[in-house]
């Protein structure tokens, strides 16, 4: 059994954020609904296209990722028929999960109030750009302003030379992260309600996700007045520390190792890059002398890494105590040993490959289903709700659902 088998979620949202929430609650097995609008439904399926990459006909990644496991209404909420139907199924759920912004909720009757005077016990659940409170909390807004550019993250990572902002790595990037945390923070709404009887209104923002993800760096800041300045590309890495930094390796590839503790790890890495006269060189004989010799460390490193490939590098440090890793593409993560161990990368309904969300219960992978298409189980659900074909066709007809 899943954590959330039974738990019924109402997902009011659009784009990447708040329907990423609604994806890992799917796959830690709630029962997800997804209200899209009667008529475009959500502008995230219109996404076709990243940089390069570019997607054709048929199933999409930018809707996949956030969305598989759920099933989709398309239901207009501002006719009096939509809203009839959609107060039904409030009474029935147990999380309520929007991204609509405070005027929105209002105007269509979905605000706490309004949602609580149907099911007192509901879970409220917003994610939304900015925050609840504060002048700017009915402002909107994307992963790439509020997660990326104002909690710090982009200046963070750009250098000071760099004419520009360096953007975030990929689409969604802020939205996935924050939309796990919304998650995380239904399930402890959950819990809570399962212990007290008390539901919650449990509030997540890209902003506050975004400082949350910068955190260590933003308090070391304010410590010291002073913002963190990102390294000129090129650089190693670490000044003292030859062991933490980045090398190239034969095929324009790199290495990235991570060895706080130089001296420990020092012998090893001699004798795992055939180099062990350096063992016993005077000038790296403690962690102290490294750090007085890291410039021609770094050096000697750069050489050696730089005469075998990176899948050379790979297989011949797979025994090194030490913390190291590949830096490795968005493609080249595919045909990761460890990460096809863990199943971190599933088939979603047999269809398309899609990352796995984090969580993981009982040593195992949860098993996804397919997205739905726009509107696919709108019947479906006005059934269960107790509707009969008479009914449906009159609100099909008058367009309160697609």
Same mark, same amino acid.
């Not at 609904?33 to 390069?52: C, F, S, W």
């Not at 012998?267 to 060189?281: N, T």
């Given at each position: 059994?899943?954590?959330?088998?039974?738990?019924? +979620?109402? &997902?009011?949202?659009?784009?990447?954020?708040?329907?990423?929430? *609604?994806?890992?609650?799917?796959?830690?097995?709630?029962?997800?609904?997804?209200?899209?609008?009667?008529?475009?439904?959500?502008?995230?399926?219109?996404?076709?296209?990243?940089? $390069?990459?570019?997607?054709?006909?048929?199933?999409?990644? $930018?809707?996949?990722?956030? $969305?598989?496991?759920?099933?989709?209404?398309?239901?207009?909420?501002?006719?009096?028929?939509?809203?009839?139907?959609?107060?039904?199924?409030?009474?029935? #759920?147990?999380?309520?999960?929007?991204?609509?912004?405070?005027?929105?909720?209002?105007?269509?009757?979905?605000?706490?109030?309004?949602? =609580?005077?149907?099911?007192?016990?509901?879970?409220?659940?917003?994610?939304? #750009?900015?925050?609840?409170?504060?002048?700017?909390?009915?402002?909107?807004?994307? !992963?790439?302003?509020?997660?990326?550019?104002?909690?710090?993250?982009?200046?963070?990572?750009?250098?000071?030379?760099?004419?520009?902002?360096?953007?975030?790595? *990929?689409?969604?990037?802020?939205?996935?992260?924050?939309?796990? $945390?919304?998650?995380?923070?239904?399930?402890?709404?959950?819990?809570?309600?399962?212990?007290?009887?008390?539901?919650?209104?449990?509030?997540?923002?890209?902003?506050?996700?975004?400082?949350?993800?910068?955190?260590?760096?933003?308090?070391?800041?304010?410590?010291?007045?002073?913002?963190?300045?990102?390294?000129?590309?090129?650089?190693?890495?670490?000044?003292?520390?030859?062991?933490?930094?980045?090398?190239?390796?034969? !095929?324009?590839?790199?290495?990235?190792?991570?060895?706080?503790?130089?001296?420990?790890?020092?012998?090893?890495?001699?004798?795992?890059?055939?180099?062990?006269?350096?063992?016993?060189?005077?000038?790296?004989?403690?962690?102290?002398?490294?750090?007085?010799?890291?410039?021609?460390? +770094?050096?000697?490193?750069?050489?050696?890494?730089?005469?075998?490939?990176?899948?050379?590098?790979?297989? =011949?440090?797979?025994?090194?105590?030490?913390?190291?890793?590949?830096?490795?593409?968005?493609?080249?993560?595919?045909?990761?040993?460890?990460?096809?161990?863990?199943?971190?990368?599933?088939?979603?309904?047999?269809?398309? &490959?899609?990352?796995?969300?984090?969580?993981?219960?009982?040593?195992?992978?949860?098993?996804?289903?397919?997205?739905?298409?726009?509107?696919?189980?709108?019947?479906?659900?006005?059934?269960?709700?107790?509707?009969?074909?008479?009914?449906?066709?009159?609100?099909?007809?008058?367009?309160?659902?697609?």
């Amino acid at each position: 059994m899943k954590p959330l088998e039974g738990i019924r +979620v109402l &997902e009011v949202a659009m784009y990447g954020f708040v329907p990423s929430a *609604g994806g890992v609650l799917a796959d830690w097995g709630a029962e997800v609904i997804k209200v899209e609008h009667a008529v475009t439904g959500d502008p995230q399926r219109g996404l076709k296209q990243t940089g $390069n990459l570019k997607v054709g006909d048929g199933p999409n990644p $930018n809707i996949w990722h956030a $969305n598989r496991g759920k099933r989709s209404l398309g239901l207009d909420m501002a006719s009096v028929e939509g809203k009839e139907v959609l107060d039904e199924l409030v009474r029935r #759920a147990d999380v309520f999960l929007t991204s609509f912004l405070p005027r929105s909720r209002q105007k269509l009757g979905i605000d706490v109030e309004d949602i =609580r005077a149907l099911n007192p016990k509901i879970i409220y659940a917003r994610g939304s #750009a900015l925050g609840p409170r504060g002048p700017e909390s009915d402002k909107g807004g994307f !992963d790439m302003t509020a997660f990326w550019a104002r909690a710090s993250s982009a200046a963070s990572i750009t250098p000071r030379s760099h004419k520009g902002m360096t953007p975030p790595p *990929g689409p969604a990037y802020g939205d996935t992260i924050s939309g796990t $945390n919304l998650a995380g923070g239904i399930a402890a709404a959950l819990f809570r309600r399962e212990r007290t009887g008390e539901p919650s209104v449990v509030d997540v923002s890209l902003l506050g996700s975004g400082l949350w993800a910068m955190g260590q760096t933003i308090a070391l800041s304010l410590l010291l007045d002073e913002a963190l300045q990102a390294p000129e590309p090129g650089g190693h890495g670490s000044p003292s520390n030859p062991l933490s930094g980045l090398y190239r390796t034969s !095929d324009d590839r790199f290495l990235s190792l991570v060895m706080l503790q130089p001296g420990r790890y020092w012998a090893d890495v001699c004798r795992h890059i055939d180099r062990p006269e350096l063992i016993d060189d005077p000038r790296f004989s403690s962690a102290e002398e490294i750090a007085k010799h890291t410039a021609e460390a +770094v050096e000697i490193l750069r050489e050696v890494f730089a005469t075998r490939t990176l899948a050379e590098w790979t297989e =011949r440090l797979g025994t090194l105590s030490g913390p190291w890793a590949p830096v490795q593409d968005s493609l080249q993560v595919g045909s990761d040993p460890q990460i096809r161990a863990n199943e971190y990368l599933l088939s979603a309904a047999g269809e398309m &490959e899609v990352v796995s969300s984090p969580v993981q219960f009982d040593v195992g992978a949860p098993q996804l289903g397919p997205a739905p298409e726009f509107a696919a189980q709108t019947e479906e659900i006005l059934m269960e709700l107790g509707l009969d074909w008479e009914r449906i066709i009159e609100l099909k007809t008058a367009g309160a659902v697609t």
